[in-house]
T-cell receptor, first 115, second 109 residues
Framework: NAGVTQTPKFRILKIGQSMTLQCTQD?????MYWYRQDPGMGLKLIYY???????DKGEVPNGYNVSRSTTEDFPLRLELAAPSQTSVYFC??????????????FGPGTRLTVL | KNEVEQSPQNLTAQEGEFITINCSYS?????LHWLQQHPGGGIVSLFM???GKKKHGRLIATINIQEKHSSLHITASHPRDSAVYIC???????????FGKGTKLSVKP
């Protein structure tokens, strides 16, 4: 299994540009998450999904959109990039269980700079 | 005040030392996670705890639900343990995580 994959690894955007961060998992997990990590801060939840066709806002959703048309894919869309969106973005997936295996699996991250 | 507080923020140790990283939280939780973020950026889950103590190799994690406190211990530390260690608590009906800011550990040879 490849686990959780993210593309691209790095990207530089100009203010006002748009882009989509891709996230794919091959573990058949129904839960998927998008986080951002800013220097010196904890990860913050942007959006999450509990299954195909179902998405919900997290703590910091403004400026972002998501969709979940399949179990495997959970893309994150930035419509009008702003410098405040400069961050490292992590995608994660999870299969809820009642035991010790209920954990999140993280992708390698996308480092985004908006200039 | 953050809902999840970690201490210390930074920690430098000599190889072989016993290391303790602390996590306190102020909300009701269903579980607590310890994660490791490598210098290259990747994040992996080390432990999930809802009570008691867990051990994996040289790593030990404990949780005291009444005191809302967890500790991560590393015995016989090694330079390869150098990483950021992140505490996260799970709460809510969807089980979303709230993360601490992390503890940056550097182990010198």
């Amino acid at each position: 299994n490849a686990g959780v994959t993210q593309t691209p690894k790095f990207r530089i955007l100009k203010i006002g540009q748009s882009m989509t961060l891709q996230c794919t998992q091959d573990m058949n997990h129904n839960y998927m998450y998008w986080y951002r990590q800013d220097p010196g801060m904890g990860l913050k939840l942007i959006y999450y999904s509990v299954g195909a066709g179902i998405t919900d806002k997290g703590e910091v959703p403004n400026g972002y959109n998501v969709s979940r048309s399949t179990t495997e894919d959970f893309p994150l869309r930035l419509e009008l990039a702003a410098p405040s969106q400069t961050s490292v973005y992590f995608c994660a997936s999870r299969y809820p269980t009642s035991g010790d295996t209920d954990t999140q699996y993280f992708g390698p991250g996308t480092r985004l700079t908006v200039l | 005040k953050n809902e999840v507080e970690q201490s210390p923020q930074n920690l430098t140790a000599q190889e072989g030392e016993f290391i303790t990283i602390n996590c306190s939280y102020s909300v009701g939780i269903s579980a607590l996670h310890w994660l490791q973020q490598h210098p290259g950026g990747g994040i992996v889950s080390l432990f999930m705890l809802s009570s008691g103590k867990k051990k994996h190799g040289r790593l030990i994690a404990t949780i005291n639900i009444q005191e809302k406190h967890s500790s991560l211990h590393i015995t016989a530390s090694h330079p390869r343990d150098s990483a950021v260690y992140i505490c996260a608590v799970r709460r809510g009906s969807q089980g979303n995580l709230i993360f601490g800011k992390g503890t940056k550990l550097s182990v010198k040879p």
